[in-house]
């Protein structure tokens, strides 16, 4: 029921009031610019309804989806759940949304140039075998590339079955290649997953800068349990918010000397547990160029963008 006020309530704002986006930090990427870094984690707007709602809440940039091909349901049975104490929520969700083309036609609908940059987070049908998934990818690659201003690809969500296994060295390199290359000169990044072994990050690293991708969302949610959230949730399913902070910072900190001088222009998203404006100016700190949030704004509501931008504005 909370979901669905929240998602109610976005609609209903972003239909009577304007965006409201202010300016900490701005910068320019690629062509793309960030009047501030704090964006909307993919998952959040799965079907581009929330747009206007979170361009009026200050959302520094937007990630739609995670979009498949065609239409598909939530896994059956509960895939949803929260708790205050730990600050986390729980998700089996598995990629319910409308479908690649009535999504598009939705972001058809807003003129450009949008009052922020614009991520399609894109993902494969649950029936896809794994062999197809490219394919999967690249027909979204090419529908999306008139509004897309960069893609997300996931290949790290637990609640697609196999869905990790792209990950997987053997299969990494013939998925990927094709993927960046149909996206010609649209960045693409590569949202990876919390529970690999810090050695198959960096290996991640090293494999998807050689192919040419331009940057990482580091990290999607964790199948890992800590004493606490272990009895609150089932084995399977991905949880988010507090709990997943500190893997989210080792990420990024990985992530950042490994690439060194490497990194270039490559850009570093993080997100994972990023619950206060504190919270925020660290991820930057260490190094990320842009921040994203979803549980926050479960557990802190929809004044979290302006009360950042505003502590931003203070130091
Ligand atoms: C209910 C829910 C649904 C999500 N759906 C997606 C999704 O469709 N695609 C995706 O890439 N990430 C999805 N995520 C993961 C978030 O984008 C993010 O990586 C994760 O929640 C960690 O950030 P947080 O701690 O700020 O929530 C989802 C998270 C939640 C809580």
Request: proline content about 6%; charged content about 20%; overall charge positive.
């Amino acid at each position: 029921m909370a979901h669905s006020l929240g998602h109610g309530t976005l609609r209903f704002i972003g239909a009577f009031k304007s965006s409201k986006i202010e300016s900490w930090q701005s910068f320019t990427w690629r062509g793309l610019h960030f009047a501030n870094p704090l964006g909307v984690a993919g998952g959040l707007d799965k079907n581009a309804l929330l747009m206007r709602g979170l361009w009026s809440l200050g959302a520094g940039f937007l990630e739609i989806g995670t979009v498949t091909p065609k239409p598909q349901k939530a896994n059956p049975g509960k895939c949803f759940d929260r708790d205050i104490q730990t600050e986390s929520v729980w998700n089996h969700l598995g990629f319910p949304n409308d479908g690649g083309e009535k999504i598009l036609q939705r972001i058809l609908q807003i003129k450009r140039p949008y009052p922020t940059p614009i991520f399609v987070n894109i993902g494969k049908n649950r029936d896809t075998a794994l062999p197809r998934a490219h394919e999967d990818y690249i027909h979204l690659i090419e529908k999306f590339a008139p509004v897309a201003d960069a893609f997300v690809i996931n290949i790290s969500s637990p609640n697609t079955k196999g869905l990790r296994e792209l990950l997987h060295p053997v299969r990494f390199q013939e998925f990927l290649r094709p993927v960046i290359a149909a996206a010609q000169n649209i960045p693409v990044l590569l949202k990876l997953s919390p529970d690999v072994t810090d050695d198959e990050l960096r290996s991640c690293l090293d494999i998807s800068t050689a192919l040419g991708i331009s940057g990482w969302v580091l990290t999607n949610t964790t199948i890992e349990r800590n004493d606490l959230t272990k009895k609150l949730y089932p084995p399977d399913g991905g949880v988010s918010g507090r709990p997943l902070a500190a893997r989210a910072i080792e990420m990024l900190k990985i992530a950042n000397s490994h690439l060194g001088n490497q990194r270039q222009d490559k850009l570093i998203v993080s997100v994972g547990g990023v619950m206060s404006a504190e919270d925020v100016f660290e991820r930057l700190r260490l190094g990320a160029q842009l921040v994203q949030i979803y549980t926050a704004l479960v557990f802190n509501g929809p004044t979290f963008f302006h009360e950042v931008s505003y502590q931003a504005r203070q130091t």
